[in-house]
Structures are given as C-alpha cells and as structure tokens.
C-alpha cells in the first residue's frame, strides 16, 4: 500500500513539473548572441579569455557561429579560435527535454612567444542535453569530439564537455554558467555567457 501510495505521489509530482510547457524567449529560445568571459585552468597555466556567438533556429535547425580569445598568464601564450556548427533540437516533453545532437568546424591557432604558432582546422561532432526546471532556469551537458580535420596527418584529437545552467535574468537576456573538463586534463576553467533573445 505504501508503495502505491508514494507511486502515486510521485506521479502527480511529476505531472506538476510538466504542467506549463516552456514557452521562455530565454530558456530553450536558441537564437541568440552573446559575449563572456572565460577562466582557464590548464596544468599549473591560468588564463583569461574573452568568448563570443551567436545562432539562429530555424524552425529547430540550428546554425551558428562562434569565437574566443585566449591569454595564459604565463608563458607567454595565446590562442584563439573561430567556428561554426548546424545542429538539430529534438524538443521533448512540452520542450522542458531539449536534446541537440550537432556537427562543426573550427580553425584553431596557438602561438607561444618561443616556440612559434600551431593551427589546425578541427571537424566537432557533438550533443547537447537540456532540461528545463521552469520559463527561469536550465540545466544542460554537452560533449564535443574534437578532431584534425586532416586525415592523414596524425593531428589534434581531444573529448569535450561542460555542465552549466542558463537563467533568464531579464525577458530576453540569459546569463549562462559553464564548467569546462577535457578528457586527460579533467576540469579546465568555466565561463560566464550573457545573451541576448530575439
């Protein structure tokens, strides 16, 4: 009986967090700009960059471009890297279950003051999963592969990913929280995105 009980319970719970459907200009609206910044940890290296992007969703197609800068303060490095992707959203349960599975391309360039400048130009396959708690706040995680785009080159190939929320601090303008890791590395740095909804 008591099982029955806290079924049912549980139950109408669940049905109150799907009552509303989402229907935010922030949360899950996927065309956007915004600008943030980021923090980088990468082994005993700290750095600072500056991000950018913007998408558009076309009727749940999803383009999109994306930029970064990026300064370690010490060793005199810097990176930077520009990129564009499609994607896919798969809206689910009244749009609070968003999943985005997507395909990219970015050209990546590191320069350190002694040892000269590396590019590649990296092919991103990846999947986004987002839920939202209400019309104010999100959570999402998100993995990217990413590879030489070379295939004959033996060249850079890493796994990312981040966890994050987004919340709606104004009608339109979100502010968006990510943690970074890469795969040996682990935790990488976070970053803090405002955008802006249309």
Excluded at 59 to 72: D, I, K, Q, R
Excluded at 75 to 96: D, K, P, S
Excluded at 163 to 174: E, H, K, M, S, Y
């Amino acid at each position: 009986m008591n099982k029955l009980i806290y079924t049912v319970t549980g139950l109408l719970c669940a049905q109150s967090l799907f009552a509303d459907a989402i229907d935010s200009k922030v949360i899950h609206n996927y065309t956007e700009v915004g600008v943030g910044y980021r923090y980088v940890d990468l082994d005993d290296l700290d750095g600072h960059g500056v991000v950018g992007g913007g998408s558009i969703d076309l009727n749940n197609f999803l383009l999109g471009v994306s930029a970064s800068y990026t300064w370690l303060d010490e060793g005199n490095a810097e990176a930077w890297r520009t990129g564009a992707f499609a994607g896919y959203v798969v809206r689910l349960m009244e749009n609070h279950f968003n999943i985005i599975p997507r395909i990219g391309v970015s050209y990546n360039e590191v320069s350190v003051d002694d040892g000269g400048v590396e590019n590649f130009v990296g092919l991103e396959p990846g999947i986004t999963i987002s839920y939202a708690i209400n019309n104010r706040v999100s959570v999402h995680g998100a993995y990217t592969f990413v590879g030489d785009i070379d295939v004959f080159d033996v060249g850079t190939a890493a796994h990312e990913s981040s966890i994050g929320t987004r919340i709606a601090v104004a009608d339109q303008l979100g502010l968006t929280l990510n943690g970074h890791f890469l795969d040996e590395e682990g935790f990488t740095g976070v970053s803090a995105i405002l955008s802006w909804h249309f």
